[in-house]
């Protein structure tokens, strides 16, 4: 089989999970596209240890790490997501901005009026 | 030898380590751990001079190599002959009668251990100036001095005067000490060594240009250490220091380094004419005019001081006027031998009487019949009175200037420097002589002032007076054997008649009933002679002036131009900093999208660019 096609589904993999990443407003499936993109990923590494017929294999391992770490983030994930839905009834991200800067309207954080003149 | 010349400084540098560390709590106490540190500096020096004396011109040098560093090398170590032995001798002896003398003079004083832990260091660093082979290792010992006498002077510090006095001494001799840093550069660029005997062997291949710049500058710094005019006023209001300090900065350390540098270096001085014809001029004008101040002064410590000016000068004078350095060194011994002994029994006086002025003494010589004989031999050794050290010194400089204004060419400097020396040392050994006889009537002779002064100074005070003043009157005896010290004839004969002359006036003045001050001969101008022609005063309205309004100016530009730059600067950046923040609205998924732009961008960059 010609290295072409899983490489090329894997950028497809990849690009559909970007999309996901930074166009859904569910969390779930924003983790899901993450997963996407690390398969994506895990693709490549298969496809590229085949190609070069990698003695060690080490891209074989490089996708086994992967998937394990993969895993844990996902466990970890969606235990954020669960807490975040009972403190906050939403789980859009979009939504959950408390981290954002405050302004005041002539563009000066309001910590400046604590200065010393 | 040059190891045992390395433990002569030393020993008094650990002493003052153990001081300044253990406090009051060492064994033996402040003061033990002090005086044997420098009594074991004593004999160490005794022997490192005897074992030059055979062939004192001879010198023994030796270093400890330092990494190299590109540039033109620095190397610590030592360099002894019989000029440094004899300083350090010197020295050493000196600081240890002064710190005997302490024990007593500063009983149940707070403040003793870091005194004497000073006093030890200001010992240490005057005898790395002295045993130094490199300029360099020479000018950290005399930086060291001037710190450790900046809080001696300061001791008490409760005192705003003494406060005073410290910043003075310490600015003053700073104003120098920039000049001989600078002089120290351009002799060691021209030899291409910083070591002492590099720069003397060099001395021939030195450009004129280079020579006199280096001596001018270096002749900066020893001016203001050496307290000569016009960076004199400092030494008069060290005073305020205890008196056991004056004795040691006066004597031994501090003043004494000035001329010593002069006399370590004095070939280049001898090859740059014109920083020598300067030197005699300042020399002579120093001499004659702090005689005169010490004759209109009412502080017997004042005298002293001012005393000690015009004996620096004289010194001065004689290295400008010889080639030989052999009288102003006989000076420099015998001055800090009588120097010394005169300031501790001044302090014997003041612990007894609790005031420094002589108005408030007169008639001591019953109650303290040990200081009054010591200070007698004292002043007649700063007089010059024939068989004491300070004759036969005196009488070599004043011999040397006459030769120099007779044998016009065969001195360094020209006739009128030379003429003007030989003037000013003549009308010096006049003066010296009045005032003398002044403090020296006024403070034992006539009616009694102070009844409550019944006892002489304790044991641990007087034996260092009578120690001092065995070499006060020996010394001169001593130097009998050397050639250049024989005393000639006529010079002789004419400063023995002007100290004739100005005691017996300074004694017509005073005898009457009752007794006057023979100050008094100077009538309204007494005010002008006692502030040294109102140099101080002179400072304080021009350069104490033109100073705060310069530091007026630069608070002005700190707070308008620099502030308001900083304040600005900050101010700007928060500003341009608030349009970042923008972007900050918290949606994750736009800072991801920025982060997947930026990788992208980076991507196609190197995919271009490789």
Not at chain 2, 42 to 70: F, K, N, W, Y
Not at chain 2, 139 to 161: A, K, N, T
Not at chain 2, 423 to 430: K, N
Request: neutral net charge; charged residues 10%; proline residues 4%.
């Amino acid at each position: 089989m010609h290295v072409a096609y899983p490489v090329v589904l894997a950028a497809m993999l990849f690009s559909v999970g970007v999309y996901g990443v930074l166009a859904r407003r569910n969390a779930i499936l924003v983790l899901m596209s993450v997963e996407l993109m690390l398969n994506g990923a895990n693709l490549n590494l298969v496809t590229f240890d085949i190609w070069r017929s990698d003695v060690m294999h080490s891209g074989q391992v490089m996708a086994l790490f992967v998937i394990v770490i993969a895993a844990a983030e996902v466990g970890v994930g969606l235990a954020i997501v669960l807490l975040v839905f009972r403190n906050r009834s939403t789980i859009a991200v979009d939504s959950l901005r408390e981290l954002r800067e405050r302004t005041d309207r002539d563009g000066t954080a309001p910590e400046d009026a604590m200065d010393p003149p | 030898m040059t190891t045992l010349a390395a433990l002569v400084i030393l020993a008094p540098f650990a002493a003052a380590w153990i001081g300044m560390l253990g406090g009051r709590r060492v064994p033996l106490g402040p003061g033990g751990v002090a005086v044997i540190g420098t009594a074991a500096s004593t004999v160490m020096a005794l022997v490192v001079l005897a074992g030059v004396a055979g062939d004192a011109s001879h010198v023994r040098e030796s270093s400890i190599q330092l990494t190299p560093t590109g540039s033109i090398p620095i190397t610590v170590g030592v360099r002894v002959d019989g000029l440094s032995a004899s300083v350090a001798l010197m020295v050493t002896v000196v600081a240890l009668a002064v710190q005997v003398y302490s024990i007593g003079y500063l009983r149940g004083d707070a403040r003793y251990s870091s005194y004497a832990a000073f006093v030890s260091l200001f010992t240490a660093a005057m005898l790395l100036v002295v045993f130094s082979g490199d300029l360099i290792v020479l000018y950290v010992g005399w930086e060291i001095m001037g710190v450790c006498s900046y809080f001696l002077i300061g001791h008490h510090w409760e005192d705003p005067g003494a406060t005073a006095a410290a910043i003075k001494a310490f600015l003053m001799t700073r104003v120098g000490d920039v000049g001989f840093l600078f002089g120290i550069f351009v002799l060691g660029s021209a030899a291409n060594s910083f070591r002492v005997s590099d720069v003397l062997a060099a001395v021939p291949r030195m450009s004129s240009g280079e020579l006199l710049a280096g001596t001018l500058l270096l002749a900066l710094g020893v001016v203001a250490k050496s307290a000569q005019f016009p960076l004199h006023s400092w030494l008069p209001d060290a005073m305020a220091a205890p008196t056991p300090i004056s004795a040691l900065i006066h004597a031994a350390t501090m003043v004494a380094a000035g001329v010593y540098v002069v006399a370590l270096l004095h070939p280049v001085f001898l090859a740059a004419s014109f920083t020598l014809d300067l030197l005699a001029v300042l020399a002579a004008i120093s001499t004659l005019g702090s005689a005169l101040a010490a004759f209109a002064a009412d502080d017997i410590k004042r005298v002293l001081a001012y005393s000690t000016i015009s004996q620096l000068g004289l010194m001065f004078v004689g290295l400008a006027v010889d080639a030989d350095r052999v009288p102003s060194v006989a000076l420099l011994l015998s001055h800090a031998a009588y120097k010394a002994l005169l300031f501790l029994c001044a302090g014997a006086l003041i612990h007894a009487v609790g005031s420094n002025l002589m108005a408030d003494m007169g008639g001591m010589r019953h109650a303290m019949p040990v200081t009054f004989v010591t200070m007698t031999i004292g002043f007649a050794a700063l007089v010059g009175v024939p068989p004491t050290s300070g004759f036969v010194a005196k009488d070599a400089i004043v011999g040397a200037a006459w030769d120099a204004v007779r044998h016009r060419g065969a001195a360094p400097v020209g006739l009128g420097p030379s003429l003007v020396g030989l003037v000013c040392a003549l009308l010096t050994v006049a003066v010296t002589a009045a005032y003398s006889t002044r403090a020296w009537l006024l403070t034992f002779f006539g009616p009694v002032r102070n009844d409550a002064v019944s006892h002489d100074a304790p044991p641990v005070m007087s034996i260092p007076l009578i120690v001092l003043a065995v070499p006060t009157l020996l010394l001169g005896l001593a130097a009998v054997g050397a050639h250049q010290l024989r005393p000639e004839l006529l010079p002789a004969t004419v400063s023995l008649a002007l100290i004739a002359l100005g005691v017996g006036v300074a004694y017509r003045l005073w005898r009457g009933v009752p007794v006057r001050d023979p100050a008094i001969v100077l009538g309204r101008s007494r005010n002008a002679v006692r502030t040294a022609f109102y140099t101080d005063d002179l400072y304080e309205r021009t350069v104490a002036v033109m100073t705060r309004r310069l530091a007026a100016g630069v608070s002005v530009v700190d707070d308008n131009v620099l502030g308001r730059a900083v304040s600005r600067t900050g101010r700007g950046a928060r500003q341009l900093g608030g349009i970042l923040r923008l972007s900050e609205n918290g949606n994750v998924q736009a800072y991801l999208t920025g982060v997947l732009l930026g990788a992208v961008v980076i991507a196609v960059c190197a995919a271009m660019l490789s």
